[in-house]
């Protein structure tokens, strides 16, 4: 195991220790950290490490809040609605990853952009399944004390998030993802040297789609009210992939950070900016970009581990 | 005649649909940027023809030629500056890039503008013309022959002009325009200055047919980069062809499966277009 | 190559320092002794502005009236109003954690309702878990208020209330109407509106020819209303935010799509809808909560009707709507209760509210069990020869309902 991928177990586990530290307000914020690293960490391992930009994180996490909140709606217990859409995404990706990944560049990152509006459509269109335009109310998974529930939430995520961190752990240190990283650099090159780079690829999308829809899924429960321009919004593919820019791309450390980081960000310019807050977050992106093209990875560990490597 | 009415309509739409998409197509023709902030653009042009209406009474298509040097302007100058520093980073970086500065952009109208819907009304009303019971509104008409007039434009101009035919050399094979003195630099920030002034023709022409307001600036975009893949890239042609197609289909779907999906349908069909025959209709091949 | 690292890191610096500050400072500053807090989560940007904005307007005058007036009397003290608002960019999860968020760190007293029926649901969760009073200013579907909770109040009417009396007056002026096309948008407040519209048509004998939703961010309808031409219906119902209507209706003319009655919910209730659609707008039918013609003689605040409107237009320059008017009643409903109650003890505002029965300005309030208001007679209204004449019902009626929209 890496140091770095140590220093990422080491921040999950101060991150678990968040209840001891504030209300429920703050665990609030807690949940959706997790939630935000559990994309960003997703998104690295088919954008970071195979290097196929991909858009479609939104359509996954839409994905998994509607399945979760169907089966709910059903009267599926909760823990049995998430497992569901986090497997039927992982297969769903897979296939779709097997098509859709024979694309490159920028006709890739535009056919999983469609991806979230296909999706959207057909959600917004099933009303009788979905509700449609109206929106899905689901029924409370727990019906206890604010903090109570607060602290489920927050487990919850971050149980998600351990799981995709030793997920994407696992990947970086095994075959797939030596064969991913092979991929990123140079494709033909991979398949010529006999590596199946259909399958590989399909299994990258599969794995950044799956706990994607079970973060989805989990967020759904948390709100009770989903629709399809809430979970279906482009900004769930974008922020992803804003966070791993700025925490370093191909690294999962930088990728929690940035997700971390980002969040704080939009806390405090959403709380001091009301008019202009989205304007702010287009300066901080089109700062960070220009100035910082690697992430804060390069800037910190610049002398014990070489730059990860970008696209 | 319900299909023949359907299709007058389509074919019209088509043509704003491809005068929206040929800016767009050309930016990522040429310097391969997707340039997220068109909308935005398209929709500042509405919000010139509409104040200028407002306040002048002139009408939008005096207001066409003042809008071409203006954004051409707008548009040199923020590729220059800005987009110039990471051309040649990957896709990624560019499409965030853009995405941050179309933020910056919308935000901006939405506080100067406000976000409620303006609409531009022209007194006296236009109204429509009728041929064998097919109805067509005059302001349509009226901005389709314009629009295909600024295509054409482009046209002669990327065929006759020494930058024009700079800019396609560069499309073409940037490395052997470079060999043949070509300033590459330069056909950039032109390209992508031509390219804003067409979204901002476009945004002029569009005051006339739909509401105005920043929150508009997503459909307009969706609308260019569904004709770009349908079309092809930075070709005229290509625009014109991929507008008239999305908007037949549009048009021949929500007469036979209800409107709402239509929109899913276009995306299907993009989503077809780019696994099966990702140049577009007549796009060339080998354009990553 | 220096100056580049050091912007670098600044940058860095810059941002973590801002993060921290973030994680440790609260919203509110240390508060002045006698003031009570109202929040108001609204969606001041995104595709909802226009709306939040409106509300805003309406709790702003509100505030200023009571302000001048001295405040609100609890037991004999006077306290100041304050609102404290915060924008959830017109995202329902965001709603949700403001709505949090004002509990529990800006320590509001009371709560505005999120805007629309989502919002105000999936909100509602929270403040009813923190048992604070909310009222909610623009939320009619009655699936809001079916969760059985106790601190939620709403405005607004459900949706029935709007089409039953419109097709009943249709059926008796015009009796010729036989056919209906219905056209939606595809998202909550007017696709729920449509489908009870479609009921109440089939309840009446209506035979509903067609019925499509659109989607949000449609930019052309003419394939679908070249169809609705084609099937001839003699009244044609589109429910949308102004600007699809206002594009529907231009396209309607555009393709020479007449009808004897065209209704449409919910732009002719604004005044932006009459200006930008011009005489396109006349013969228009529509339905809303509430409309300045009123003549309400208040016990709130405002007193009558026709002084709401005059302190209104006074300070903003235009006529009120009922967005506006549902979040300035929201507030003198507040007040009352507050007043009633003599403390700021929320469990016993919450039961002042309950038992509300009052008239006010927006009209007669009472609230039934489960929060949502059952005492208002929706007005049915037409645009003619450019304004809003009253129809229905009797007692505030204008005019009679005129045939023919082209």
């Known amino acids: 195991m890496t140091r770095a991928n140590l220093a990422l177990l080491i921040v999950l586990a101060c991150l678990a220790a968040l209840p001891l530290v504030g209300g429920a307000y703050a665990l609030r914020l807690g949940t959706m950290a997790s939630m935000y690293a559990i994309l960003a960490l997703s998104w690295n391992v088919v954008g970071g490490l195979a290097g196929y930009p991909s858009f479609a994180t939104a359509a996954f996490f839409g994905f998994g809040a509607y399945a979760t909140g169907v089966l709910l709606n059903a009267g599926a217990p909760l823990m049995l609605s998430i497992l569901v859409s986090l497997v039927a995404s992982l297969v769903l990706a897979g296939l779709l990853g097997a098509v859709l990944l024979r694309l490159r560049g920028h006709y890739f990152a535009i056919a999983s952009l469609s991806l979230v509006g296909v999706l959207r459509e057909l959600v917004n269109n099933a009303t009788d399944l979905t509700g449609g335009g109206m929106g899905l109310n689901i029924p409370l998974a727990s019906g206890s004390s604010i903090m109570a529930d607060a602290l489920f939430f927050f487990y919850g995520m971050w149980a998600l998030l351990l799981a995709t961190a030793l997920m994407v752990i696992a990947v970086s240190a095994s075959k797939l993802g030596f064969g991913l990283v092979c991929i990123r650099q140079n494709e033909t090159a991979a398949n010529m040297i006999g590596l199946n780079a259909t399958l590989y690829k399909s299994i990258a999308f599969g794995l950044s789609a799956c706990f994607v829809s079970a973060a989805g899924g989990l967020y759904a429960a948390w709100v009770h009210y989903i629709d399809p321009s809430d979970v279906f919004d482009i900004l769930y593919s974008v922020k992803p992939i804003v966070m791993t820019l700025m925490g370093g791309l191909g690294s999962p450390l930088g990728a929690v950070c940035g997700a971390f980081l980002y969040l704080g960000l939009e806390e405090v310019v959403w709380r001091n900016y009301i008019q202009i807050h989205s304007g702010v977050l287009g300066v901080l992106i089109v700062a960070l970009l220009l100035l910082l093209p690697h992430g804060l990875i390069s800037l910190r560990f610049r002398n014990f581990w070489r730059k990860a490597k970008h696209v | ?117 303006r609409k531009l009304t022209l007194k006296p009303p236009m109204g429509s013309v009728s041929l064998f019971h097919v109805v067509v509104p ?75 307001s920043a929150l508009t600036s997503t459909s307009y975009l969706d609308k260019a980069f569904v004709v770009c893949v349908l079309g092809g890239l930075g070709s005229v042609s290509g625009a014109l062809a991929g507008g008239l197609l999305l908007a037949l289909v549009e048009g021949i779907g929500s007469a036979a499966i209800g409107p709402a999906y239509a929109t899913t349908l276009s995306f299907a069909l993009l989503i077809v277009f780019l696994l099966f025959r990702p140049q577009g209709l007549l796009g060339r091949k080998g354009f990553e | 190559m220096l100056v580049s690292k050091l912007i670098r890191c600044s940058v860095v610096l810059g941002t973590a320092v801002m993060a921290i500050a973030s994680w440790s400072a609260s919203g509110s500053q240390a508060r002045a002794e006698d003031v009570i807090r109202f929040g108001a989560p609204l969606p001041l940007t995104g595709p909802l502005a226009p709306e939040g904005i409106k509300q805003q307007q309406g709790y702003d005058l509100w505030a200023e009236q009571a302000n001048k007036a001295g405040g609100i009397s609890v037991g004999g003290k006077k306290y100041k109003v304050e609102i404290v608002y915060a924008d959830y960019q017109s995202n329902t999860p965001r709603a949700v954690q403001t709505t949090e968020q004002m509990i529990t760190q800006d320590n509001i007293n009371f709560l505005f309702g999120a805007f629309g029926s989502g919002a105000a649901k999936a909100a509602s969760t929270v403040s009813e878990k923190y048992k604070v009073p909310t009222i909610a200013a623009a939320a009619s579907s009655s699936q809001v208020y079916d969760q059985g909770y106790k601190y939620l109040f709403g405005t607004f009417t459900p949706n029935d209330t709007l089409t039953t009396p419109l097709t009943q007056i249709i059926k008796a002026k015009a009796p010729e109407v036989k056919k209906v096309a219905i056209l ?134 235009s006529d009120p709507d009922y967005g506006q008017a549902s979040a300035a009643v929201c507030g003198a409903l507040f007040q009352i209760a507050i007043e009633r109650a003599g403390s700021l003890d929320r469990d016993k505002v919450r039961d002042e509210l309950a038992k509300l029965d009052v008239v006010t300005f927006w009209g007669p309030v009472k609230f039934g069990p489960n929060g949502q208001i059952n005492s208002l007679e929706p007005p049915v209204f037409q645009i003619q020869g450019s304004k809003p004449v009253v129809l229905f019902p009797q007692a505030i009626k204008q005019g009679e309902l005129k045939l023919g929209v082209n």
């Not at chain 2, 060999?179 to 390209?191: E, F, K, P, R, T």
């Not at chain 3, 219906?233 to 555009?254: A, C, E, H, S």
């Open chain 2, 138 to 212: 005059v302001d349509r008409l009226i901005a389709t022959a314009l629009a295909l007039a600024l295509t054409g434009l482009l046209y002669l101009l990327l065929r006759r002009s020494r930058v024009g035919r700079a800019i396609v050399a560069v499309r073409l094979d940037r490395d052997a325009a470079i060999l043949m003195g070509v300033d590459v630099q330069s056909i950039y920030a032109i390209a992508f200055g031509i390219g804003a002034a067409l979204a901002g023709c476009a945004g002029v022409l569009m005051a006339l047919i739909f509401p105005i």
């Open chain 3, 184 to 317: 939606a948008r595809n998202d909550l407040f007017p696709l729920a509106i449509a489908q009870e519209m479609e009921k109440s048509a089939k309840a009446n004998g209506l035979e509903v020819v067609y019925f499509e939703k659109y989607a949000i961010g449609t930019l052309d309808h003419s394939a679908t209303l070249s169809q609705i031409k084609s099937l001839d219906p003699q009244w044609i119902f589109v429910t949308g935010y102004i600007n699809d209507l206002l594009l529907v209706r231009k396209q309607m003319v555009d393709q020479e799509l007449k009808a004897p009655v065209v209704t449409m919910i919910a732009g002719p209730a604004y005044q932006d809808f009459i200006e930008s659609a011009g005489q396109t707008a006349d013969n228009i039918t529509s339905a809303s909560w509430w409309h300045p013609a009123e003549r309400y003689e208040g016990k709130d605040i405002f007193g009558t009707t026709e002084n709401f409107v005059k302190l209104f237009h006074d300070k903003y320059k």
């Open chain 2, 1 to 117: 005649m319900l299909a023949a009415q359907i299709i007058i309509n389509a074919l019209v739409l088509g043509c704003l649909y491809a005068c929206i998409a040929i800016g767009f197509s050309l930016v990522w023709g040429v310097l391969n940027v997707i340039n997220l902030i068109h909308g935005s653009i398209i929709v500042l042009g509405a919000y010139l023809a509409w104040g200028v209406y407002q306040s002048m009474a002139i009408s939008p298509w005096y207001v066409l030629p003042v809008a071409v040097p203006v954004f051409f302007v707008f548009g040199y100058l923020l590729q220059r500056l800005l987009l110039n520093r990471v051309l040649h980073a990957p896709v990624l970086v560019t499409l965030t890039l853009t995405f941050g500065l179309d933020l910056i952009l919308n935000n901006a109208m939405i506080y100067f503008f406000k976000a409620d819907y």
